[in-house]
């Protein structure tokens, strides 16, 4: 019996995991992808001798559906996560050492895990502290599916719930800022909601970060070539779609692929440029999505200025700082004397889209020396300033009702990415997740639902 063709377009990690579905399944899978590689948002590039990651992408533990991912491409052996977590979070004191404080959790069961750490927070005062409960409970019940949730934005819930705005700025809006994409004050409730109730108030192991130790070129784009080529999935990169119809897929060469389903994994922005006008989303309106920039300064030092693996900040334009320095290539060599590259994360980076690099770039070094007092001896060997300008979705009040599901007005095509409905914000969770609902929208399609692997259904 002749197998149906899926025609994934775009090779991010939605386009990849729909792919790798479709083909376990027991579907012809052709995937095309407009760039020369593959990972979409998550990539790499050399630089001065060394390796480049576009940005610090991160993980939490429970992050379930992109740890299987991780292992199905065969990079389950190239991350790292927290046994516990512990994140040095640093207040910066201009001439002086930083304030210092650690959010880190003990063997106690949720949400009483992280209880000691917050009443020792520095950056809050103990009124703060005391309060910071009264919110965790009200958020750990919330309706995450409640309408009314999704009204107003996470710093107005926070707000009628006793956080001071110190509170929001010195320990919200470090989890808030990195994972939504927004600020408290601009991000959706619900999207909060999400993040605090599966990241930080149900599973104590939840919140345990998770890293890449190899750059990010090796961990996705690469092991996902090799996975997808062992599975059967014929790759084509630098094919750009044109036009994506009923069953059709036409090339700017003119090259035209007819198709049983169609998978459109691409960023929201890009989808009016390929998909046919009367195809539509039967739900939410990704037009009216927007979006949220990141923007990432990369430093390389004369020698070590901090042995911490990476740390948060709560003012100045450093948000998270990591030490990329092993993963990246560019420790020349061991002991006394060796270089060290940091990876600075700016999110919610609006402002900083037009800002020339070099006075980026300069403000972060200069915040950096505040951070850990090292670096003010050391001599800086390179800066380079890295920007996504439309880097996730914008979470604000109203998203969820405009994020459509993977279906479409046009039986078997469907579509993929982070910025659906998956009920998280865009993360690669989000972005696997995504992949694995529209796999099983097309398979639905091509009515092979019966070799359906599991995990898909």
């Not at 060394?50 to 299987?68: I, K, P, T």
């Not at 169609?262 to 440029?273: G, K, N, Q, W």
């Not at 998203?399 to 990415?417: C, D």
Request: proline share 6%; with cysteine.
């Amino acid at each position: 019996m002749t197998r149906p063709l899926v025609v994934v377009v775009g090779g991010g990690l939605a386009g990849c995991t729909a792919a790798l579905d479709c083909a376990d399944a027991g579907a012809e899978v052709v995937l095309l992808e407009r760039r020369n590689r593959l990972g979409g948002l998550t990539w790499s590039f050399d630089h001065d001798n060394y390796v480049v990651d576009n940005g610090q992408h991160v993980f939490l533990r429970c992050c379930d559906a992109y740890l299987a991912f991780l292992a199905r491409i065969g990079s389950a052996g190239d991350v790292f996560v927290q046994d516990r977590l512990d994140v040095a979070v640093l207040d910066p004191r201009p001439g002086r050492s930083p304030l210092t404080a650690r959010l880190q959790r003990n063997k106690l069961p949720a949400p009483a895990h992280l209880g000691l750490s917050l009443l020792g927070y520095r950056h809050l005062s103990v009124v703060d502290r005391l309060r910071i409960g009264q919110a965790a409970v009200a958020l750990r019940n919330v309706a995450l599916d409640d309408p009314a949730l999704d009204r107003v934005t996470f710093g107005e819930w926070l707000a009628a719930h006793a956080q001071s705005p110190t509170a929001i700025r010195a320990l919200w809006d470090l989890i808030t800022v990195a994972t939504i994409n927004l600020p408290a004050s601009e991000a959706s409730a619900t999207m909060g909601a999400k993040v605090f109730q599966t990241g930080l108030l149900t599973d104590a192991e939840a919140a345990d970060i998770g890293w890449s130790s190899v750059p990010l070129r090796r961990l996705h784009g690469q092991r996902c070539a090799t996975a997808l080529d062992r599975a059967g999935v014929k790759v084509l990169t630098r094919c750009r779609v044109t036009s994506v119809g009923a069953g059709r897929v036409t090339l700017d060469d003119g090259e035209s692929w007819r198709a049983d389903a169609v998978v459109v994994a691409l960023p929201h922005t890009a989808l009016p440029e390929v998909l046919d006008p009367s195809i539509v989303a039967t739900r939410g309106n990704p037009a009216g999505l927007g979006t949220s920039a990141i923007a990432n300064v990369h430093v390389v030092y004369d020698r070590p200025v901090t042995d911490l693996p990476f740390a948060a900040a709560v003012s100045g334009p450093v948000h998270w700082v990591f030490d990329r320095t092993v993963s990246s290539g560019c420790e020349d060599a061991v002991g006394p004397g060796r270089r060290q590259y940091l990876a600075v994360t700016i999110s919610a980076a609006d402002a900083h889209i037009g800002q020339p690099p070099w006075e980026l770039a300069d403000a972060v070094v200069a915040a950096l020396a505040d951070l850990f007092p090292a670096a003010r001896a050391a001599k800086v060997l390179d800066t380079l300033v890295t920007k996504e300008r439309t880097a996730t979705f914008r979470a604000v009040p109203g998203t969820a009702a405009q994020r459509p599901g993977p279906i479409t007005s046009v039986p078997g095509v469907v579509l993929a990415g982070a910025w659906t409905d998956t009920g998280w914000p865009a993360t690669m969770e989000g972005a696997v997740r995504s992949g694995h609902a529209a796999a099983r929208a097309a398979l639905v399609a091509t009515r092979t639902t019966r070799r359906l692997p599991e995990e898909v259904a």
